[in-house]
């Protein structure tokens, strides 16, 4: 099995953590070493620092690597003015495929109506948000899902995660149910056991995404808590692949 997508990876260093090999040519060797044929990526300067440079980073990355690398445009809820021009901008660019909100880093919450503007772009361009999600967190949990998913119904929304850690991943069973234009990635390393198996259980295997979080995590671990589910074949291939492109509008590339 191979042609993977991995929906939630990142670029460059942080100032917070030691992050080595962060580079594109690096994500990229590591793509083909897993067999992963497309990644879709946020640049950490971008949510972190400076958003625009950041943002340049990320389609920097997409630009050098094309087919390979796409990436998310950050939006930032403390230039409310800018929010909208700076997407616009960037869905111009060559590997543009969605926005990305990162509320922790941020600290404003994800219902926030400082981050409408981005949200009804979102809504009026028919492009994904992903967003930093952890279910008992006071700016980014379960209870702001809610809240900006009845805002927004029309968002096609991807919370990363799965809740954050442990048995947390169970909250995404409600809210699928609540939501039902709510997608998920799988990148975390402290989920409990059974994670991805519970929610193909709960009937979500067309909802999951397979993510890295690269470099923050070796996508090795990642990918292979997805290949080593006790899960049906069709979920297995849905989940590293066949969501994403999906989601992406990539159906014609690869079944």
């Not at 400076?50 to 997409?62: E, H, I, P, S, V």
Request: proline share 5%.
């Amino acid at each position: 099995m191979s042609g993977f997508v991995d929906a939630h990876a990142h670029l460059g260093a942080h100032g917070d953590f030691l992050m080595p090999r962060g580079g594109a040519d690096d994500l990229v060797r590591r793509m083909d070493a897993l067999g992963v044929e497309r990644t879709a990526l946020s640049a950490n300067a971008a949510f972190c620092s400076d958003f625009r440079l950041g943002n340049d980073q990320a389609a920097a990355a997409a630009a050098a690597h094309p087919g390979r690398i796409f990436f998310y445009a950050v939006a930032n809820p403390h230039y409310p003015d800018g929010m909208a021009p700076e997407l616009e901008r960037c869905a111009g660019l060559p590997g543009f495929v969605g926005v990305k909100l990162h509320s922790t880093t941020h600290n404003v919450a994800l219902d926030s109506s400082l981050y409408d503007p981005a949200w009804s772009w979102a809504r009026e361009r028919g492009c994904p948000v992903l967003v930093h999600f952890w279910a008992a967190h006071g700016l980014c949990g379960s209870g702001n899902v809610r809240k900006a998913a009845a805002r927004w119904p029309g968002v096609k929304l991807v919370l990363a995660h799965l809740g954050g850690f442990g048995e947390a991943w169970r909250e995404l069973l409600p809210l699928a149910a609540e939501h039902p234009r709510l997608w998920f990635d799988t990148c975390g390393s402290r989920h409990a056991r059974g994670a991805i198996e519970g929610l193909v259980a709960g009937g979500r295997a067309g909802r999951l995404l397979y993510g890295s979080d690269a470099p923050w995590i070796d996508p090795g671990s990642q990918i292979g808590k997805v290949l080593y589910a006790d899960i049906p074949e069709g979920a297995r291939a849905a989940i590293l692949g066949g969501n994403a492109r999906r989601l992406f509008g990539w159906e014609e590339a690869k079944d």
